[in-house]
């Protein structure tokens, strides 16, 4: 298939997704609200209904994606590693302490934190790959309790260290201003978080498509035994990959924290964000360059969703069963009948095309 | 230390461990069952806490053992979902199973809010009911050992009785029974039960059906026993402890209520433990059960590495 | 008297464009052994399958017993009577023979599964039919044999009247095949029918009443046993000389000893010795094959020293390099190239494109990969250059190799291991289910490669393959080598076989002149 047709039927695919969400949002709207059209219209239209909301959504949309970008390296990879959550925690609470360190008030504030951030994601993203390779551990199951024990350990640094009278129980102090991202537009949470989520996913297709590391990954991922007779390390791929997946989700964790919309702390800062990177990168089918373009369409349906819930009787929660139902519809092999039709016409040719050969 | 041996010894931690178990075995259980027809369910997680709202909200206006019915309908009808976009359209077990769990994080959550009229947080107004406990206090009377075993056995809720024998149901059903032999032959072989004429399919959907009602039942007992209504996100990882009981069990009913019981145990602990360390941070303290699952994971697997 | 089983006119067209059966017409008399033969391709197994119901036929008609009978599936195949042996067995590893044929008709009491009439009924049946098995094992405890009696008691608990055998005696050591024969013997005079598919003619002679002859997917003709040689069924199997000619390696020129293979013992799956004590001596400019009935080590001896299978004892050396114990990239590095048995589930990665899948070996090579980065246009250039060499039907190089037909994907996977210039070159059943036309193209590449001075070591299911190909040749026989020639005119399938088997040895002095 060549490159042009490619982007043209992944593009489909998208669209097809997108139009899955809204017909799946408006049958729940249906069932759950008194006035179900003008509750749609505020779904749909709300987010471009001011500036600061179309902030929040370019900000969510920042975090999807980096989110999806974590997800994207591991399932290329075929490792069912869904560790995203617990190295966002680690990699917030990394970013927090060096905002609260010497380093928080200089110039590399920034630059500090994240680093600090990716490392202890990565360290949170090894440890079930390292599991997986040397002891057979299943990886979806501990990297799911990594999560909540990052989530726990997040939470103990918080209380203890970092939270005050002042500061609110459950929230740490604000950074000091070189802590925090430049935003762009003033009043607004389109900050510096744009440039690294853009920054990551060219690196991420980079990483994929223009090293040998990101071909072995994908070799691995299509068929870990041809991989093995290829001579690829495949254990080492599958190790590495779930670890930069975690110096992702570590990163993504620094945007939280160091990012105009908190710039401190704050408990379960998360909000069960980073799971719904897997929705971005099933639609994008892991592809790290249509990966922001799924999250800025995702990312405006969930501010759509969560407006919905303060301006009309829909709770913002709905967007999960959206989500839910977009993942099982995408992750299926529909047969639409022209296109079996279809197949079998080109399969005809190309057996006519061997036959007189 | 001797403090916390001393509590672990008593016949009241003995008791919170059998408590703390049943939901974990239900799950496990359940797990167990699609397992061991080639799926692994990683919906667990979503489908005990969509069976605990659907025994919370149906027991409010039913008797407590319908709600518990609902539950379990739930769960099955989950594990039918599953089955049909698994087997039929061909999608990952995995993604199906955690579309489940996203499902039913924001399901949850918005079916509560309109239950409730506007609580996001818990059922608290809804007038739920409770599933009764077995008083077995004539153990008592028993010489000696009597008062260890009322306090162990008296008092618990009648779902425990049932999932111990869920336990020895399902050994039954897979080992002695033709239907039984059928379902492990699809879970070996599926070749070998395609050749017998069986068909492997068929039996998977039972598979995730059975799944979903039995974690069906342990989120029932969570949200009518554990706790007495819903709360959001209840489970709290629950299910997938259940999951790592599953990998942990060895593909065997008992060895799965081994590994639950070691995970209840531990969760009991964690309960038990702020009381008796006062020193030490309740969010550590929280993280215990996880920290067993992954270390039991790490320390048992003998599964092939499939990279 | 009608036959118990016609076929009339089958016509089979595979959706890729293989026309493997022609206009058939067989009838099979009652309680008689009816061999179908034929060379691999011949369409044999595609017309038992139709039998059976695996596949559907695009045209003809089945007649049980003078009745038209529809087979939509094996289910159905079974409820009309027929049953099936297939090489490969299904049966369940961790469940008794009782437990395995009983599978899916089982005797019940109450809810319960009758474990004690299942024994009693499988143990009857065994007796009745000389297949004699413990029904209370495991059968992943029992050997090939007795695992195939299983199968064979599985068709007969369901009542199977007709019985196709699918090369049973494959699999078999001689001293089991005479029991299967004793066994055949007494289902056809209890009124059993036994449709027999084989290729090797001594035990077809030995076994049938009829024998019929398959070529090309067209049915050649059937003769009564009694009225044929071997001679006679091996013109009708050949027809013409269809033998592809490929010139030996040129006589005179010295041949130095590349790759050295000692003591070599290698263990299977299960923990137990595949390959015990294989010594043997490459050659540079030089096909070695191995032959041997499968499962007898071929797999694990290429395995391991294509280095996807650790080595228990013994070492492998190539060149001055001893490449025993190190890793698959090290022996790629030394020299050594692989075209491996399964060309999907090793040989490539499906979702990826072809150039990915011809540069996967090569990503050490700084032609491709300069600081880890990938050199794309060499690597698409590389591509392309292979694809038009190898003539490989294809979109191009970003074209999924997963869309490829089995010919074009082999021959993908022999342009990738032979454009390394390998000087050892492993191959295994390198044309497969692989037509003509690739066939000899990848044949010619192989001698291409001896010619070049690669020493190959080759192994194949087909006889024909390594007769045609082979320069020397050894026989393993359960891990060991029992036979080595040097390729002539004596060499026969015939006298391959009997090796194979186990029927004979060779001393050490004659095995010793021909391993030297």
């Known amino acids: ?357 | 230390m001797n403090e916390i041996i001393a509590t672990i010894l008593s016949a009241t931690f003995v008791a919170a461990v059998i408590r703390t178990t049943t939901p974990i075995l239900f799950a496990s259980l359940g797990g167990l069952l699609s397992d061991l027809v080639g799926s692994l369910n990683v919906a667990l997680e979503g489908i005990m806490l969509i069976g605990a709202l659907t025994a919370v909200i149906v027991s409010a206006h039913a008797p407590w053992y319908i709600g518990v019915l609902a539950g379990l309908a739930a769960g099955g009808l989950l594990g039918a979902v599953m089955a049909l976009f698994h087997l039929r359209f061909k999608a990952d077990i995995i993604l199906v199973g955690f579309a489940i769990n996203i499902i039913a994080a924001g399901g949850t959550v918005t079916v509560l809010t309109y239950a409730t009229g506007g609580d996001k947080g818990t059922s608290i107004n809804i007038p739920s009911k409770a599933v009764p406990a077995l008083d077995l206090s004539f153990l008592g009377n028993i010489p000696a050992i009597g008062p260890f075993l009322r306090e162990v056995l008296s008092g618990h809720s009648y779902l425990t009785w049932l999932a111990a024998f869920m336990v020895y149901a399902i050994w039954y059903f897979l080992y002695r029974t033709p239907e039984g032999l059928r379902f492990r032959a699809v879970g070996e072989y599926p070749p070998a039960a395609e050749a017998a004429g069986i068909a492997p399919n068929r039996l998977r959907t039972y598979g995730l059906i059975a799944s979903g009602c039995l974690a069906g039942l342990g989120g029932a007992q969570l949200a009518m026993f554990s706790f007495v209504g819903f709360t959001r996100d209840m489970t709290a990882g629950r299910g997938f402890i259940a999951l790592g009981a599953v990998l942990l069990g060895r593909r065997h009913p008992i060895g799965t209520m081994i590994a639950a019981v070691l995970f209840g145990f531990f969760e009991a602990l964690s309960i038990a433990l702020p009381g008796i360390l006062k020193w030490m941070p309740g969010e550590l303290i929280h993280t215990i059960p996880f920290v067993v699952t992954v270390l039991a994971l790490m320390l048992s697997s003998r599964r092939k590495v499939t990279a | 008297m009608t036959p118990f089983l016609q076929a009339i006119g089958i016509d089979k067209t595979y959706p890729g464009g293989v026309h493997a059966n022609q206009g058939i017409d067989l009838s099979v008399a009652r309680s008689t052994v009816h061999a179908v033969v034929g060379e691999n391709g011949a369409g044999k197994s595609t017309l038992m399958k139709i039998l059976f119901g695996v596949e559907q036929p695009n045209a003809g008609e089945i007649r049980l017993e003078g009745n038209p009978i529809v087979l939509p599936s094996p289910r159905a195949a079974i409820a009309a009577g027929i049953g099936m042996v297939f090489q490969h067995f299904s049966l369940v590893p961790s469940f008794t023979v009782a437990e395995n044929v009983v599978l899916g008709g089982e005797p019940r009491a109450g809810l319960k599964l009758d474990r004690k009439k299942a024994s009693d009924t499988v143990r009857e049946l065994a007796e009745r039919f000389r297949l004699p098995v413990d029904v209370d094992v495991p059968v992943e405890q029992l050997p090939v044999g007795q695992q195939q009696r299983v199968e064979i008691l599985k068709a007969l608990y369901r009542d199977a009247r007709l019985l196709i055998l699918d090369e049973p005696t494959a699999v078999l050591a001689p001293q089991e095949v005479v029991e299967l024969f004793a066994a055949v013997r007494s289902l056809t005079s209890q009124g059993r029918t036994i449709l027999f598919i084989a290729h090797k003619l001594p035990e077809v002679l030995e076994i049938s009443d009829t024998i019929s002859v398959m070529r090309g997917g067209k049915m050649v003709g059937t003769v009564a046993a009694k009225d044929a040689t071997e001679k006679s069924l091996a013109r009708m199997m050949v027809g013409r000389d269809v033998a592809l000619k490929i010139n030996r390696a040129a006589p005179g020129i010295p041949h130095t000893h590349l790759c050295r293979i000692s003591d070599l013992t290698v263990k299977n799956d299960h923990g137990l010795n595949a390959v015990s004590d294989v010594n043997l001596i490459l050659r540079t400019g030089e096909i070695v094959g191995i032959a041997g009935v499968e499962g007898n080590g071929q797999s694990e001896l290429f395995d391991a020293i294509g280095g996807l299978r650790p080595i228990a004892s013994g070492s492998v050396e190539l060149g001055k390099t001893d490449i025993t114990h190190i890793s698959v990239l090290e022996r790629r590095a030394a020299g050594m190239a692989n075209i491996p048995e399964d060309r999907i589930a090793t040989g490539s990665a499906g979702g990826a494109t072809v150039a990915e899948n011809i540069v996967a070996t090569e990503l050490t090579d700084t032609r491709f990969v300069r600081h880890g980065l990938l050199d794309l246009k060499s690597i698409r250039a590389h591509a392309v250059k292979l694809i038009e060499k190898f003539s490989v039907r294809v979109q191009g190089p970003e074209s999924a190799i997963g869309t490829l037909s089995g010919g074009n994907m082999q021959k993908v996977v022999v342009a990738r291991e032979l454009s390394s210039e390998p000087s050892l070159l492993l191959v295994s059943h390198p044309t497969r289910g692989v037509d003509l036309g690739a066939t000899e193209f990848i044949w010619q590449n192989i001698a291409k490669a001896r010619d070049a001075g690669a020493a190959v070591l080759l192994t194949s299911a087909d006889l024909s393959e390594i007769l045609a190909l082979a320069d020397r040749m050894i026989v393993l026989y359960r891990g060991r080598i029992v036979a080595a020639f040097v390729n002539s005119e004596e060499v026969t399938p015939e006298v391959l076989g009997s090796y194979m088997l186990g029927f004979a040895e060779q001393s050490a002095e004659e095995r010793n002149a021909a391993l030297a």
């Open chain 1, 1 to 357: 298939m060549t490159q042009g047709r490619l982007i043209l039927s992944e593009t489909g695919r998208i669209v097809m997704a997108a139009i899955f969400a809204l017909a799946v949002t408006l049958v729940i709207i249906f069932f759950a609200s008194k006035t179900p059209w003008a509750t749609f219209e505020t779904f749909v239209t709300s987010p471009l209904s001011s500036k600061r909301t179309i902030g929040i959504w370019i900000d969510d949309s920042v975090k999807l994606a980096l989110a999806g970008l974590a997800f994207s390296l591991v399932f290329q990879a075929r490792q069912f590693a869904l560790g995203v959550q617990g190295q966002v925690y680690i990699g917030g609470l990394f970013a927090t302490l060096v905002a609260f360190s010497p380093l928080g008030t200089t110039w590399i504030a920034l630059p500090a934190g994240i680093l600090a951030a990716m490392i202890g994601g990565a360290v949170i993203g090894f440890i079930p790959g390292y599991a997986k390779s040397k002891l057979g551990a299943n990886e979806i199951v501990s990297s799911l309790m990594l999560n909540y024990i990052a989530y726990d350990v997040c939470n103990y640094v918080l209380r203890v260290y970092l939270a005050s009278l002042e500061s609110g129980l459950t929230t740490s102090a604000s950074f000091p201003p070189q802590s925090i991202y430049p935003a762009f537009i003033p009043r607004t949470r389109v900050d510096f978080g744009i440039v690294v989520a853009l920054a990551t996913t060219l690196v991420v297709w980079f990483l994929l498509y223009r090293t040998a590391w990101g071909l072995k990954l994908r070799l691995t991922g299509h068929n870990a035994r041809f991989a093995a007779y290829s001579g690829i390390r495949s254990s080492f791929i599958m190790v590495s990959a779930m670890t930069a997946a975690g110096a992702i989700g570590g990163l993504l964790g620094a945007v939280f924290v160091q990012g105009t919309a908190y710039g401190k702390l704050s408990i379960g800062f998360e909000a069960g964000m980073a799971f719904e990177g897997i929705l971005i990168t099933i639609v994008a089918r892991n592809r790290p360059l249509a990966i922001p373009f799924v999250a800025l369409g995702y990312g405006y349906l969930r501010q759509g969703a969560a407006l919905m819930n303060y301006r009309a009787d829909v709770p913002a929660e709905v967007i999960g069963i959206v989500q839910g139902i977009v993942i099982l519809l995408v992750a299926s092999s529909f047969t639409v009948p022209g296109k079996a039709m279809l197949a079998r016409l080109m399969g005809n040719r190309t057996a006519a095309s061997r036959a007189t050969s």
